[in-house]
């Protein structure tokens, strides 16, 4: 098998691996056909996603059911006001060996785990939520002074309610600047509905077979996520990517909605993920390459909760996505 | 470690790319090239024809619309050119979304000389396999722009046919008019000629009212193209000597009078009337001088010549022979044509007699004054008694001559 043959059975594979866990999420999650590829895209880039939507929507399924299906250690973390930092990053207590001797032992919290699911993470104060800063930045918990390191692959998977903001913290920017992706799940049509209503009345639910084997799963991802970074990326689709970053910044755009609604644009960590999503989308359309097709594919997921819009924004009714739209459409005349 | 691809795979589809480049790039250059020479056929076609229909005016209006024009669209086909040149950056690119191969072909190229990449070989047999698509013939398919060469033959064409026409908006000769009535002394002329020269007049020419008929293209050979072409230097002056140029070839050196130095001038009929003058002047004294020696020594003799209706030039009652300008050369009669000066009354068939206008120019002095102080009363001569020494001289200056052949009483 030449060089050119060993590319294209990796990227068959990879098109295999993500069409399996596709289609296995899809056989308890109705609809979101959308939202589940931008979270396996997430998944597959490295990055963590950011699920926004009403309650009873299925949020907390299609994460359980990509642990299930990736065969991936999972974790859930329901973030409520008195959630303290330790309650997720783990402690020391002390404990007896046995030698009688009295030793502070670190107990893992529950993320250390290959997929963690932060549900409602808006209901935690800042400080707690901040404890997952360093965990998705680096992939890593210090307590104490000492530094964890967490098992790749690291997933973690955010909800947020977007309707009972009684009680509820904003994530900070620098929070939201670490989702990879932001994905909003909408309401199921009336035939996902009847659909949904269907197969989960029923006496055999639908079930997740786990596509990769647990015992390998974890290289098995690491070396998928890595033929994502294998991908080429010509000049120009990098300069589009800056462009478009450069784009949502107020002192740096030629957008006019972008210099009226904008406060503050995007930060490079979303340049990074117009390009980890291209080539994801990439290799998902067979291509060993990006194109600027690709970053405009992810630029809404990628760009929409980066923004953070002003008051003219709000009191006009314009959203992320709508500045997005503007953005692009003023990015498609420097297109090579 | 990923093996680089071959450096003579890579290298033919540069060479690809760049003989697609060249190609597109004289494409380019064919396409404004062509493009020019439609523009400058058009616009000089449109001068030719408006030099030969339009008054001096509404030639230099529209020669300047011509010439806007022809250097606004001449500087959008150069800036076109320019855009559209393809360099050398460009072109990895710009051959890649001509030949639809979704960004492999640029890809592959922009990070040639970079180290090898796990894909590279794949992109790389991939972009091989599309090879088709890219070849020059395919990217540019027509080496030549075939809309823009018909353009220009098509424009070529219309200076061929406005030179070809030309002739046939030569206005038609002029009929003097000697009298009420005469205005039929010319045939009417007819045909697509004579209609399209009507029709594009109409157009190009609109004659204010009250102005004379010297911008008609009728009567622009009179050598006059209006008060606004007269007395122009330089570069004012060019478009009434293009225009006249433009006349003179096309129609001959008979209507070559349109610039300054053209016998409608001003200096030019100012000299023709000083020698117009001096003309009369010389004639009037030897009449004079003639009619002196007649009356100072009657003659008996009934065949000597009398001074006609007994009056001199200038008297009031005869008319100058010089009146209408020298005498038309007998070449330009040769050819059926002849020229008449602009104080000639005329009437051409398509225009129609037009009256003079404006202040009737002074007249000459008169050789005679007291003859002329009123006009001559319509009265009988009453028989006189006469001398008989001074009968004959009577006698022979009140006889009834006929012409001859008539018989003598």
Not at chain 1, 229 to 251: C, I
Not at chain 2, 113 to 131: C, H, I, K, M, W
Not at chain 2, 356 to 376: E, H, I, K
């Amino acid at each position: 098998m030449n060089d050119a043959a060993v590319g294209a059975a990796a990227i068959r594979d990879f098109q295999d691996t993500f069409a399996a866990v596709r289609d296995e999420i899809a056989k308890v999650v109705v609809g979101h056909e959308r939202a589940i590829e931008l979270i396996l895209t997430t998944f597959f880039a490295g990055g963590h996603v950011l699920i926004e939507g009403v309650p009873g929507i299925g949020k907390t399924l299609i994460v359980r059911s990509l642990a299930d299906a990736l065969g991936l250690r999972m974790s859930r973390i329901q973030f409520t006001v008195d959630l303290m930092p330790a309650d997720i990053t783990g402690t020391r207590i002390v404990e007896e060996t046995a030698g009688g001797r009295r030793e502070l032992v670190f107990v893992r919290g529950p993320v250390f785990a290959h997929i963690v699911l932060a549900d409602e993470i808006n209901r935690a104060t800042p400080k707690t939520q901040s404890a997952l800063l360093e965990a998705m930045a680096e992939q890593q918990v210090t307590v104490a002074g000492t530094t964890h390191e967490l098992p790749p692959p690291f997933f973690v998977l955010a909800t947020l309610n977007p309707i009972e903001m009684e009680g509820t913290y904003q994530l900070p920017e620098a929070q939201l600047d670490r989702f990879f992706f932001k994905v909003l799940l909408d309401y199921p049509s009336d035939a996902e509905l009847t659909r949904i209503l269907g197969t989960t009345t029923t006496a055999a639910l639908p079930t997740v077979r786990p596509v990769l084997d647990r015992e390998t799963a974890a290289g098995r991802v690491e070396r998928l996520r890595h033929v994502v970074r294998e991908v080429l990326v010509a000049p120009h689709v990098e300069r589009y990517a800056a462009a478009l970053v450069r784009l949502t910044v107020p002192a740096a755009t030629s957008s006019e909605s972008v210099r009226r609604h904008v406060a503050f644009g995007s930060s490079p960590r979303g340049g990074q993920a117009l390009l980890l999503g291209a080539k994801v989308h990439a290799l998902l359309d067979g291509r060993p390459h990006a194109t600027p097709d690709d970053v405009e594919h992810v630029a809404h997921a990628a760009l929409g909760h980066r923004l953070v819009l002003g008051f003219s924004a709000e009191a006009a009714g314009v959203d992320g996505a709508r500045i997005v739209d503007d953005v692009l459409a003023t990015a498609r005349r420097l297109r090579p | 470690m990923w093996r680089p691809p071959p450096d003579d795979e890579v290298d033919g589809i540069r060479q690809e790319v760049r003989r697609a480049r060249r190609r597109w790039n004289g494409y380019v250059v064919q396409r404004a090239a062509y493009g020019v020479v439609a523009v400058v056929a058009v616009a000089a076609a449109l001068t030719l024809l408006l030099a030969l229909v339009a008054s001096s005016a509404a030639f230099i209006a529209a020669l300047a619309g011509v010439a806007l024009a022809l250097i606004a669209s001449a500087c959008r086909l150069v800036a076109g050119a320019w855009r559209a040149w393809l360099g050398k950056a460009r072109a990895p690119a710009w051959v890649d979304h001509r030949a639809t191969m979704d960004g492999r072909l640029a890809t592959l190229l922009e990070l040639d000389g970079q180290p090898p990449a796990f894909f590279q070989p794949l992109l790389v047999e991939s972009t091989l396999a599309r090879r088709a698509r890219f070849t020059p013939e395919e990217v540019v398919p027509s080496p030549v722009p075939g809309i823009a060469l018909v353009a220009a033959l098509v424009a070529l064409g219309c200076v061929g046919m406005a030179v070809r026409l030309a002739p046939l908006l030569e206005p038609p000769p002029l009929a003097a008019v000697h009298g009420e009535g005469a205005g039929t002394a010319s045939p009417p002329i007819d045909g697509l000629g004579s209609l399209f020269r009507r029709a594009i007049a109409a157009i190009a020419s609109p004659a204010p009212p009250g102005s004379d008929a010297s911008g008609a293209p009728g009567n622009a050979a009179v050598g006059t193209t209006g008060p606004a072409a007269e007395d122009r230097t330089g570069f004012a002056g060019l478009p009434g000597a293009l225009q006249a140029s433009i006349r003179r070839r096309l129609w001959g050196e008979r209507w070559a009078h349109a610039g300054p130095g053209a016998p409608g001038s001003t200096r030019a009929r100012a000299g023709a009337a000083d020698q117009q003058r001096a003309s009369r002047e010389r004639r009037t004294n030897a009449a004079g001088d003639a009619d002196d020696v007649r009356r100072a020594t009657p003659s008996l003799d009934p065949g000597a010549e009398a001074p006609a209706a007994g009056t001199a030039a200038g008297a009031g009652t005869g008319s100058d022979p010089d009146l209408f300008g020298p005498a038309t050369t007998p070449e330009l009669v040769d050819e059926g044509r002849f020229a008449l000066g602009l104080a000639a009354r005329v009437r051409t068939v398509q225009s129609g007699p037009r009256p003079p206008t404006g202040d009737a120019p002074d007249a000459l002095p008169d050789a005679r004054p007291t003859l002329a102080v009123r006009q001559r009363p319509d009265e009988p001569a009453h028989r006189v008694t006469v001398p008989p020494a001074y009968a004959a001289i009577v006698r022979d200056a009140f006889a009834h001559r006929g012409h001859e052949g008539d018989v003598q009483p």
